[in-house]
């Protein structure tokens, strides 16, 4: 394996449309949805076994999390743990762990990876990745990874693809996040749109570079301590100037603006597993079009409807279609799936009434 290649997870997201299951104090990327014996953090790691050297393998995360994932990931030595402090989206999370990596290797060359995400062509996958690496390690691009999409969907990102380059690359053209149906329907049949998947490929130096040229509010942070990067002292260091980061996408503070921006185009079966409907899509379903999820469920006259219920608890039901059933032990979800989009605005309002006594 090649020892330039780093792999960084993005493991420290709340995942709150994913309500009441996933929580503040275990978000949805450290539960086994899918029954099978591994957390989707697991899975992350676990796919991308041999296309890079374990010990290259990190995970970013906020700090209220580490317990879990050395739980979790008992193999992990300490140093491949960032901790953030504070929760300030995905601009500082690549540019700590960029200045990191750089610190230890100045060749480097980085792919930044959701830790919540489903694939269901694990081979194909690999292949995408060894691919966009390929890629990096023969051009001056920051590369993200487009999904060839398969429905108008409104929760993800889209990017329209330009100018071939070889492969499956091409030139960016623009960047749209979350379009209503109508659009999203236009930009399905129109061929050039895929979706943003999440997944971004860099060297080192090369998003350093983008960071001090488009995005110098969060970079200028970093660069104040180069100087402790790869030493005993680099944590304290980011305890103490983390927080004071803008609260920023990298999409919006460098995707949209670099020049040299590229996507590879793929198609591996990827969810992002935001949401109960995703789940639902993916989730084996009786005749009536109903999943009950890890739970047992007795539903008469009752369609399309998905039902996910901690512990033993049976579930009955009669004549409901569309609808979303999610308990714990001290919350109950139902709404219609048509409205899975609203579930982080309910949850936003069941902090308002009761704080965080629910969250």
Known sequence: MDKNRYCVIMCGGVGSRFWPYSR??????????????????????????????????LMITNKSYADIIRQQLPELKDNQLLLEPARRNTAPCVAWAAHHI??????????????????????????????????????DAIVTLGIQPTRPETGYGYIQVGEHI???????????????????????????????????????LGILTALRNYAPSVEGVFEQGVEYFGTPDEQEFINHHFESCQNVSIDVAVMEKA?????????????????????????????????????????????????????????VASGLDDYIIADVADALLIVPRSEEQKIKLYVNEVKTKYGDKYL
């Open 102 to 139: 750089h610190a230890l290797n100045p060749n480097a060359k980085i792919m930044m990876a959701p830790s919540d995400h489903l694939i269901i062509n694990e081979g194909k996958f690999r292949q995408c990745v060894d691919q966009a690496y390929q890629f990096i390690e023969t051009h």
């Open 259 to 315: 020049p040299n921006v590229f996507v590879q185009t793929a198609s591996f079966g990827w969810s992002d597993l935001g949401t109960w409907g995703a789940l639902y899509d993916n989730s084996p379903k009786t005749a009536d079009g109903n999943v009950a999820q890890n739970c047992k469920a007795l539903l008469f006259n009752s369609h399309n409807n998905m039902v996910a219920v901690a512990g033993d608890k049976l579930v």
């Open 166 to 204: 070889e492969g499956d690359f091409s030139a960016v053209k623009t960047f749209t996040e979350k379009p209503n149906e109508d659009l999203a329907r236009v930009f399905l049949d129109s061929g050039e749109f895929f979706w943003n998947s999440g997944m971004f490929f860099w060297s080192s």
């Open 24 to 57: 503040a104090a275990m978000p949805k990327q450290f539960i086994d949805f899918l029954g099978t014996g591994r957390s989707l953090l697991q899975m992350a790691v676990d796919r991308m076994a041999g296309l890079v050297p374990f010990e290259n393998m």
